[in-house]
C-alpha cells in the first residue's frame, strides 16, 4: 500500500508547536497537511510517531523536563485524536475486515504505539476494542469472553512488563484468541514475543496490519501453560527468590552504599526517595533478566541509565557500586551473579565520562 508523502520539514514544525506547548497550533499543521492530500496514516506514522520518539530522546537527554515531556505528549495524543475525527461520517472507512482488541500490558502506561496501531488498523476497515494503558489481564480476558475477536495486539515499552505479558499470552490463548505482540519489550527481532509463546510480533503499526491481513490461526483452547512449560530456566528459582525478596534488597542496598559513599547519608528526602527508586528498577530488570534469561535487557537498561545520570550531572560509577552490593547479597545464585558481571562488564566498556576505569 503506498501513501502520499509529507513535506520534510512537517515533523520539525508539529515538534515546535508540541513542544511549545501549543496545542492549536500542532492540530492547525496536522490539519493543513490533511487539507494539502496527506493521509491519516502517513501523518501517524511518518510526523506524528517520529515527533513522539523525539520527545522521549529529548527528556532522556534532560532537555525537557518530566512535566514537559508528560505536556507534550498529551498534546500529541489530542492530534492523534483530532485525526481520528477528522473525516466526516460519511467519508470513514467502515469495518469490514474483523474485530481485534488492543490492549497495554498491566502495569504498562505507555499506551501511545497502542494508539497508533489502533488508528491505523481502523483506518484499514477493522474494528478496533481499544483498551488503552496498564489493562489488568482479569478484565481483558473477560472482554475476550463478551467480544470474541479475530486477535489480541498486546503492545508493551517497559521490560520489567513481561513476565505479566507472558501470563496475560497464555490466558488469551487458552480461551482460543491469538496473540499478536509488539512494542519495544519484546525487542527489535521479535525473540521476546516467540521466547513467551505469543502467535505473532511486529515491528510496527504497518507489520501489525500487515501480519492481521495475512491471518493469524486460532489456538485450540487449552488449559493454561505454565511460565516453565515456554521458558524451563525458571526451574532454578532463581527469578522467584529475586523478584520475593525485592524490598529487602533494595533497603539493604541502599544502607549498603551509605557506608561506601558517605555522602549519601547527607541526602534530602528528595535525593533519598530517587536512589531508592533507581534501586528498585535495577532489581527489576534483573529479575526480568532472570525471567528471559536474556542478559541483553540488564545491560542495556544500564548503560541507558548510566547515560541519563550523567545527562543529570549525577556520576554514573555509582551504579557499579549497586551491581557489587547486590552480587553480595546473591551470591548463592548462579545465574543473578552472571548477570550482575555481565552488568559491570558492560558498564565498564559503555564510552561514559565516570564509567571507565
Known amino acids: 500500500m503506498s501513501h502520499p508523502t509529507v513535506p520534510a520539514e512537517l515533523p ?12 492549536h497550533t500542532a492540530v492547525d499543521i496536522v490539519h493543513r497537511a490533511l487539507a494539502d492530500g496527506a493521509d491519516e496514516e502517513t501523518l501517524l506514522l511518518e510526523v506524528i510517531a517520529p515527533v513522539q520518539r523525539r520527545i ?5 537527554a534532560d532537555r525537557i523536563s518530566v512535566a514537559q515531556e508528560h ?13 481520528a475525527h477528522a473525516r466526516p461520517e460519511g467519508e470513514r472507512r467502515a469495518p469490514d475486515r474483523g474485530r481485534v482488541t488492543v490492549s497495554c500490558i498491566d502495569g504498562e502506561w505507555h499506551a501511545f504505539p497502542a494508539r497508533l496501531v489502533t488508528e491505523v488498523l481502523r483506518l484499514r476497515g477493522w474494528r478496533v476494542d481499544y483498551l488503552g494503558a496498564q489493562t489488568p489481564t482479569a478484565h481483558l480476558i473477560a472482554h475476550l469472553h463478551c467480544t470474541n475477536p479475530d486477535a489480541v495486539l498486546l503492545s508493551g515499552s517497559i521490560p520489567t512488563h513481561l513476565p505479566t505479558a507472558h501470563s496475560a499470552i497464555t490466558a488469551c490463548q487458552a480461551i482460543g484468541v491469538p496473540v499478536l505482540a509488539g512494542g519495544r519489550a519484546f525487542g527489535p527481532d521479535g525473540r521476546r514475543a516467540r521466547a513467551l509463546g505469543a502467535d505473532e510480533w511486529a515491528a510496527d503499526a504497518r507489520g501489525a496490519a500487515a501480519v492481521l491481513e495475512a491471518g493469524l490461526a486460532q489456538p485450540c483452547p487449552t488449559a493454561i501453560r505454565q511460565a516453565t512449560d515456554d521458558l524451563p530456566h525458571l526451574d532454578d528459582q532463581e527469578y522467584t527468590m529475586v523478584a520475593q525478596s525485592r524490598p529487602q534488597l533494595v533497603k539493604q542496598t541502599l ?6 559513599f558517605p555522602a549519601v547519608r547527607g541526602y534530602g528526602d528528595a535525593q533519598r526517595e530517587r536512589t531508592v527508586e533507581d534501586i528498585a528498577h535495577i ?15 540488564f ?10 545520570l550523567e545527562a543529570r550531572h549525577v556520576p554514573a560509577r555509582s551504579l557499579t557500586a549497586g551491581l557489587d552490593i547486590l552480587a553480595v547479597q546473591l551470591r548463592d545464585f548462579p545465574r543473578t551473579v ?3 558481571h555481565a552488568g559491570t562488564a558492560a558498564l565498564r566498556d559503555h564510552p561514559v565520562p565516570g564509567i571507565r576505569a
Open 12 to 23: 520539525d514544525q508539529l515538534w515546535e508547536a508540541v513542544a511549545d506547548g501549543d496545542e
Open 56 to 60: 522521549g530522546t529529548e527528556w532522556a
Open 71 to 83: 505536556a507534550a505528549t498529551a498534546i500529541n495524543e489530542r492530534v492523534v485524536g483530532f485525526l
Open 255 to 260: 544502607v549498603d552504599l551509605e557506608d561506601r
Open 283 to 297: 532489581v527489576d530488570f534483573l529479575a526480568t533478566a532472570l525471567y528471559l534469561d536474556e542478559p541483553d535487557v
Open 299 to 308: 545491560t542495556a537498561f544500564l548503560t541507558w541509565t548510566a547515560d541519563i
Open 338 to 340: 552472571r548477570l550482575l
